[in-house]
């Protein structure tokens, strides 16, 4: 058992907390230790003081945790020896083999050491987030290869964006890529508002059949489409290369759900200048690995936590519902990747690309994006288009604007007042001549 959970009560107590030591769990990471608090205590004071208790066990990355339905808390302590979780025989497993879902990826195991298994087509987008060196390209890949071992290429396509090149660059030339890895920005932006024009496209194709999502108009038709899974890695680079790929991630993640068409989006730079709200309150299922500070555990879980992680995997998920599960990893060697990818190889070109046409493959869609694109503008009232600015200026000129606002409100006002004093000291005088002039006039 974790040596750490032996000394827990007494540091507890050195604190002034007490209570009883209960089940111990031990998981490839971490040892859970329940702890029922004494009568009265409070799991705020034992939050709080988190920090101060691991350093007294001489370790960091200690996190506490309620457990749902139970009057225990959870301490999570890290164990001497951490061991990782190997991808490919996870796979093995009948909880991935049984996972029946449209788009099944394993996000890891929980801390227990159980496989995680989740439907990216119900998240139904994931933003992934966490610090240099954290883990994001090796979850990545792992989301990648669950969904090539449960889907075929003729049901599944994948666009891949890269801006550092060498992540993705394995995947090139595979029966599963849409087109071939993207790592100029400037065809990233572009191939955004492609994406949105097919899923545009799919939508009036499922009004034609009469059908309200992908899985009922592959029911239906004989000639099936494809999901489509776009991950990014490192949309930071993408946003401070070109802004407006916020509006069509927006409109993606709003809107793309039925479509069958979904994002995985990570960054290593959780700031709000790169989620921004507008991303942020599209994309609900949210997955931290280690960050850096407080704030930016704030910025991706709307809560504390993630900057106390290990690393190497470490990572909490959160939910649509708002529920958060901490969970390792798995860990995705690249052997492991050439060895899934080998029976797919086929040669995949790059996609013909007009001034304002962009021909997406697989579907034989010809789509103007272009016009695509000015439609949907059009159609945006006045109001939703003053809406739209306001959130694109962000908060500091937001806030220059109604300083201005107000100043004039302020001086209008002034200059109001003064009119009207004005124009009653007038009315005063003149009466006062007017008086003067019939008293000389009776003299
Ligand atoms: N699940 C895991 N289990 C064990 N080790 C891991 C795991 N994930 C990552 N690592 C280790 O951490 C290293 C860095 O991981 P990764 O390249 O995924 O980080 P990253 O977050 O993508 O970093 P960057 O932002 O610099 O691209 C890996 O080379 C590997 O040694
Ligand atoms: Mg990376």
Known sequence: MNELSEKLPQVLANFGIYGEIGAQHQGPLITEVEFELSKGSKFATVEKLIKDIARELGVSGIRVAEIPNSTFISFELPNAQPQSVPFLPLTEQDVFKNAAYALPICVGVNMRGVP???????????????????????????????????????????????????????????????????????????????????????????????????????????????????????????????????????????????????????????????????????????????????????????TTGAENLLGRGDSLLLEENGMLTRILGAYVANDDIMKTLAPYRCEIKEPEMAANTVVISGNNNNVTVQQTVNKEEKKKGFWTKLIDWWDRIGRRRQNQIINWLLTLLFMAFKVKNAASKARSTETAVRKITTTNRKKTQRR
């Open 116 to 302: 995680i298994m989740k439907d990216l087509s119900k998240m139904p987008h994931l933003l992934v987030a966490g610090t240099t060196g954290s883990g994001k390209s090796v979850g990545l890949n792992s989301f990648i290869l669950s969904l090539i071992k449960k889907k075929t290429p003729q049901e599944l396509k994948f666009v891949l964006i890269d801006p550092k090149r060498i992540e993705f660059s394995m995947y090139n030339n595979q029966a599963y890529m849409l087109r071939p890895v993207i790592t100029d920005m400037s065809i990233a932006s572009q191939c955004l508002a492609q994406l949105a024009a097919e899923m545009n496209e799919r939508y009036t194709k499922f009004e034609k059949a009469m059908v309200r999502n992908i899985s009922e108009y592959n029911e239906k038709a004989t000639v099936k489409m494809p999901y489509i899974v776009c991950v990014i890695d490192e949309f930071a680079d993408i946003m401070l290369f070109d802004k407006t790929v916020e509006k069509q991630v927006q409109m993606l993640a709003q809107k793309s759900r039925a479509s069958g068409i979904h994002l995985i989006i990570a960054t290593q730079r959780p700031s709000v200048d790169v989620i921004t709200g507008s991303v942020k309150a599209n994309l609900p299922t949210r997955l931290s690995y280690k960050v850096a500070s407080s704030t930016d555990s704030m910025t991706i879980l709307n």
